[in-house]
């Protein structure tokens, strides 16, 4: 009989209680002990992606959140680790990727029967990788409690009865109602899964942790679960935030950016290392207002590129923006952000839509079947103008993730190359202040925060490292050995 690794799962009362950073602050912790550990969450559902090896020898993509998870394990990340991520195109409507690619057939298939047909995939999945590692930490989705969905929820309960794991339920008690939020969690599930959850963790405290008795001493007496943890709020880890949660709180003092937030933005956390950078504001902008006091204006990625352009005409942002940029304040696009920056869309396999761009580079995008994933080097031209003088000769590391194709409109004066890759190809232009390129996780690369703001923040590692002091300080001693023996 193979060996199976020992499992634990993080699981939630709501969404945004905290599973995503505390199975991050697990995975370096555990990893810190010197055991092989690696993440797992059967199907994620979230735009904000990373490009990680695939199968067979072509890339794929996953949920960012276990990509923070790998590292923070010490581990490559890759497809088995996400076997299912569902990347919202509509309020009705996702993209289904399993394994890495885009699986259309299954897109229009509705939710119960698509579940049945996707649980053999992340459960081969599981179970690869509990036969190659000491310990996997599994993140659930949602609450387990949902009893509208609980027999077609593969990614909670079923996971866990099928790794046999020791589960923690969290919650986040700054919302208030911790406990009935534990306890009800706990009694809808049905006994055998009930047996299952070895701890309860009250996250986002604020106060004095004895204030809270007699309630975890009660809530155990009903439960026979002990409370294993009370986590203080801590806003500053500097990890990004959990996969489908948006903090749009405007964070740090200094130059204002101002993240223009349409419908369906995707891959957000790129934007975390400029929370907190000294000297810069960041602030998400849906109104002409908001960008007026704005030092730079971002369009950041989109999940559905026509849809989110057209939305922001309707909220009149356009004007906002090409009035920034006459101004010769900064305009920066990355990846459906600079194509709405160009001439025109074209959809030509009706993927996205097709619509006029904004006019402010002088490119056209045409959008194809196959969506194109790779890891990316890059380095900046050295003759850059403007605010974007800085990054001469800067060179970079990131991931491209997009079905558009952009080039030079034929019959326009001819942008200026702004970034190439290490075949040469560009892959970003320049036209006075307006900058747009395809590389997502530029502000993740310390020399372009040094060449653009003088400074830099933590490293990942550092963070890592962070977390799991945290959760080393705050468990109950001997709680986390506890759970995987």
Request: hydrophobic share 45%.
């Given at each position: 009989?193979?060996r199976?690794?020992?499992?634990?799962m993080v699981?939630?009362?709501?969404?945004?209680?905290?599973?995503?950073?505390?199975?991050?602050?697990?995975?370096?912790?555990?990893?810190?002990?010197?055991l092989?550990?690696a993440?797992?969450?059967?199907?994620?559902?979230?735009?904000?992606?990373?490009?990680?090896p695939?199968?067979?020898?072509r890339?794929?993509?996953?949920g960012?959140?276990?990509?923070f998870?790998a590292?923070?394990?010490?581990?490559q990340?890759?497809?088995?680790?996400?076997p299912?991520?569902?990347k919202?195109?509509?309020?009705?409507k996702s993209?289904?990727v399993?394994?890495?690619?885009?699986?259309a057939?299954?897109?229009?298939?509705?939710?119960?029967?698509r579940?049945?047909?996707?649980w053999?995939h992340?459960r081969?999945?599981?179970?690869?990788?509990?036969?190659?590692?000491?310990?996997?930490?599994i993140?659930?989705?949602?609450?387990?409690?949902?009893?509208n969905?609980?027999?077609?929820?593969?990614?909670?309960m079923?996971?866990?009865?099928?790794a046999?794991?020791?589960?923690?339920?969290?919650?986040?008690?700054?919302?208030?109602?911790a406990?009935?939020?534990?306890?009800?969690t706990?009694?809808?599930?049905?006994?055998?899964?009930?047996?299952?959850i070895?701890?309860?963790?009250?996250n986002r405290?604020?106060?004095d942790?004895?204030l809270l008795?007699?309630g975890?001493?009660?809530?155990?007496?009903?439960?026979?679960?002990?409370?294993?943890?009370?986590l203080?709020?801590w806003?500053?880890?500097?990890?990004?935030?959990?996969?489908g949660?948006?903090?749009d709180?405007?964070?740090?003092?200094?130059?204002?950016?101002?993240?223009?937030?349409y419908?369906?933005l995707?891959?957000?956390?790129?934007?975390q290392?400029?929370?907190?950078?000294?000297?810069?504001?960041?602030?998400?902008?849906?109104?002409?207002?908001?960008?007026?006091?704005?030092?730079?204006i971002i369009?950041?990625?989109s999940?559905?590129v026509?849809a989110?352009?057209a939305?922001?005409?309707?909220?009149?942002?356009?004007?906002a923006?090409?009035?920034?940029?006459?101004?010769g304040?900064?305009?920066?696009?990355?990846?459906?952000?600079?194509?709405?920056?160009?001439?025109a869309?074209?959809d030509p396999?009706?993927?996205?839509?097709?619509?006029?761009?904004?006019g402010l580079?002088?490119l056209?995008?045409?959008f194809?079947?196959?969506?194109?994933?790779?890891?990316?080097?890059?380095?900046?031209?050295?003759e850059?103008?403007?605010?974007?003088?800085?990054?001469?000769?800067?060179?970079?590391s990131?991931y491209?993730?997009?079905?558009?194709?952009?080039?030079?409109?034929?019959?326009l004066?001819?942008?200026?190359?702004a970034?190439?890759?290490?075949?040469?190809?560009?892959?970003?232009?320049?036209?006075?202040?307006?900058?747009?390129?395809?590389?997502?996780g530029l502000f993740?690369?310390?020399?372009?925060?040094?060449?653009l703001?003088?400074?830099?923040?933590?490293?990942l590692?550092?963070?890592?490292d962070?977390?799991?002091?945290?959760?080393?300080?705050?468990?109950?001693?001997?709680?986390?050995?506890?759970?995987i023996?």
């Amino acid at each position: 009989m193979s060996r199976q690794a020992k499992a634990l799962m993080v699981l939630g009362t709501t969404s945004g209680a905290g599973k995503s950073w505390l199975t991050t602050a697990l995975c370096r912790w555990y990893a810190r002990q010197g055991l092989k550990v690696a993440p797992f969450k059967a199907q994620n559902m979230s735009n904000n992606a990373r490009v990680v090896p695939g199968l067979q020898g072509r890339m794929g993509e996953i949920g960012s959140a276990q990509y923070f998870q790998a590292l923070a394990a010490g581990r490559q990340p890759e497809v088995r680790m996400n076997p299912v991520l569902l990347k919202p195109e509509a309020d009705t409507k996702s993209q289904v990727v399993v394994l890495g690619e885009v699986h259309a057939e299954l897109n229009a298939t509705p939710w119960r029967e698509r579940s049945e047909k996707l649980w053999p995939h992340a459960r081969a999945a599981l179970h690869e990788l509990l036969a190659e590692n000491d310990l996997l930490l599994i993140e659930g989705a949602g609450s387990p409690a949902e009893i509208n969905l609980h027999s077609s929820d593969y990614v909670n309960m079923r996971t866990a009865r099928e790794a046999r794991a020791a589960c923690l339920l969290v919650t986040d008690i700054d919302r208030g109602g911790a406990f009935a939020h534990l306890y009800g969690t706990h009694q809808l599930l049905p006994p055998e899964e009930r047996a299952l959850i070895q701890g309860f963790v009250l996250n986002r405290f604020r106060g004095d942790a004895r204030l809270l008795s007699p309630g975890p001493e009660q809530l155990q007496a009903l439960t026979g679960v002990p409370t294993v943890a009370t986590l203080p709020m801590w806003r500053g880890h500097g990890l990004p935030e959990e996969d489908g949660v948006f903090d749009d709180q405007p964070t740090g003092a200094g130059q204002t950016i101002a993240v223009v937030a349409y419908p369906r933005l995707s891959n957000l956390d790129e934007f975390q290392p400029l929370r907190g950078l000294p000297g810069v504001r960041l602030v998400w902008a849906r109104s002409p207002a908001e960008l007026q006091a704005a030092d730079w204006i971002i369009l950041p990625g989109s999940k559905a590129v026509a849809a989110d352009l057209a939305w922001l005409r309707e909220q009149r942002l356009d004007a906002a923006i090409a009035a920034h940029a006459a101004a010769g304040r900064p305009v920066l696009g990355i990846c459906g952000g600079l194509q709405m920056l160009g001439e025109a869309l074209l959809d030509p396999h009706a993927l996205d839509g097709n619509a006029p761009g904004l006019g402010l580079l002088p490119l056209v995008t045409q959008f194809e079947r196959e969506k194109l994933l790779r890891p990316c080097q890059a380095r900046f031209e050295s003759e850059l103008a403007g605010p974007w003088a800085a990054l001469g000769e800067v060179a970079a590391s990131g991931y491209e993730i997009h079905h558009g194709r952009t080039a030079q409109h034929p019959s326009l004066a001819t942008a200026a190359v702004a970034l190439r890759d290490t075949q040469g190809q560009a892959i970003g232009w320049q036209q006075g202040s307006v900058l747009g390129h395809y590389v997502h996780g530029l502000f993740e690369q310390p020399a372009v925060l040094q060449a653009l703001f003088g400074a830099s923040g933590p490293s990942l590692d550092q963070v890592f490292d962070g977390l799991a002091d945290f959760v080393d300080a705050h468990f109950q001693p001997g709680a986390l050995q506890a759970l995987i023996r």
